[in-house]
């Protein structure tokens, strides 16, 4: 069976955003620039009304307004993957975590570098926060949407996190 893609745009401070959804949930997000930029398809239907709720937390997190989304997620993703995307979900907001402590969360400690590359096909960036997976060293690591956008929105939310004390 043929599910429909949905999909609607937002400008954001990284740059323009491409939402994707079927009719269960939020499928993706996509940066228009860096290594995993992507554009609409043909096949894809542009629905604002369907993901105006997204767009509305998005826009909200941007602001400094949003810590935590509250979004129905469909990503296509292995149970693997979905046990780093969970245990990313769990990250709090101004927070971050080596890749190393993902592995120890999901009881695999030996699986950094699979966590990292789960991490680095997290198809609803942003919304689940991959963008919060640094390397033990401290360092960025790898970002879908580009380095700087990555280093954007950790500045955005520790920002944020310092104001509120």
Not at 39 to 56: G, H, S, V, Y
Not at 90 to 100: A, D, F, K, M, V
Not at 105 to 127: C, E, K, L
Request: proline share 5%; aromatic share 8%; hydrophobic share 35%.
């Amino acid at each position: 069976m043929h599910t429909s893609v949905y999909f609607t745009e937002i400008d954001s401070p990284v740059g323009k955003l491409c939402l994707t959804a079927s009719e269960v949930g939020l499928t993706g997000l996509y940066f228009s620039q860096g290594d995993k930029a992507r554009q609409p398809e043909a096949a894809w239907l542009r629905n604002d009304q369907l993901l105006k709720e997204a767009r509305t937390q998005l826009l909200a997190y941007f602001a400094g307004e949003l810590t935590q989304f509250d979004l129905p997620l469909a990503p296509k993703v292995t149970p693997f993957q979905g046990r780093v995307l969970d245990a990313l979900k769990g990250i709090p907001y101004g927070e971050t975590r080596s890749y190393l402590q993902i592995a120890e969360a999901i009881g695999q400690p030996s699986a950094s570098r699979a966590v990292g590359n789960a991490n680095g096909r997290n198809p609803i960036g942003i919304v689940i926060p991959c963008h919060r997976v640094i390397t033990s060293q401290g360092r960025l690591g790898g970002f879908g949407g580009g380095l700087v956008a990555k280093q954007y929105l950790l500045n955005l939310e520790c920002g944020q996190k310092s104001q509120r004390h």
